[in-house]
Each structure stands twice: as structure tokens, then as C-alpha cells.
């Protein structure tokens, strides 16, 4: 069955750096456009950035120039590299495919960013 796991988050200061992960598993990693989502507290959830089977990758304005989206389909797995962190990056951070899948949610990965 599919699984995606996120993993990574965690809390920092403004201005600080993480790099989150997301082990896929269970389908052709390979040729699935694949995205990260996050969600705050009171708000809806939304797509921060998308990398396709080609490698092409879009962002979110909000995250433009700070985020940056890879995959290593050797490990099934899609990072998101996360710079110069602003508190409105505070969010529970989710994988899933483009488009997203109901079904494939999982637990997310919590991003707090301080002050």
C-alpha cells in the first residue's frame, strides 16, 4: 500500500534552516509529480512547492527564493530545504501527490518558527 512519512520538522529561530524529508513507498516513486502542503492553525491547507517526474519544480510566492524542492528517486524520497524561516512558516508540513490524494495523507511533520 501507498505510504508517505514525513519527517524533519522541528523548532527554530526566525532567519534559521531545516530540511524536511518524505519516504515514499508503495507505487513508482519515479514518475509521480510529488508536492509539499502545510497547514496552519485556522487556515486551509496549501501547496508550497511541486516537483514533477522530470524534475521541474514550482513554489508558492510566499516561499519563492527560500524553499527548495528535490527528489531522490534511488530513495523514494522528496526533500523540501527550508531557509531563512519566517514564524509565518509555522505550519504541520505534508507530502502527497500532485494532485493530492485523499487517501495518502498522513501525519505531517510539525514546523514551529520563533521570533
Known amino acids: 500500500q501507498v505510504q508517505l512519512v514525513e519527517s524533519g520538522g522541528g523548532l527554530v529561530q526566525a532567519g534559521g534552516s531545516l530540511r524536511l524529508s518524505c519516504a515514499a513507498s508503495?507505487?513508482?516513486?519515479?514518475?509521480?509529480?510529488m508536492g509539499w502542503y502545510r497547514q496552519a492553525p485556522g487556515k486551509q491547507r496549501e501547496l508550497v512547492a511541486s516537483?514533477?517526474?522530470?524534475?521541474?519544480?514550482n513554489y508558492a510566492d510566499s516561499v519563492k527564493g527560500r524553499f527548495t524542492i528535490s527528489r531522490d528517486n534511488a530513495k523514494n524520497t522528496v526533500y523540501l530545504q527550508m531557509n531563512s524561516l519566517k514564524p509565518e512558516d509555522t505550519a504541520v508540513y505534508y507530502c502527497?501527490?500532485?494532485?493530492?490524494?485523499?487517501?495518502?495523507w498522513g501525519q505531517g511533520t510539525q514546523v514551529t518558527v520563533s521570533s
Open positions: 502527497n501527490f500532485i494532485p493530492d490524494v485523499y487517501e495518502y
Open positions: 508503495g507505487f513508482i516513486f519515479r514518475i509521480n509529480a
Open positions: 516537483i514533477t517526474g522530470g524534475g521541474s519544480t
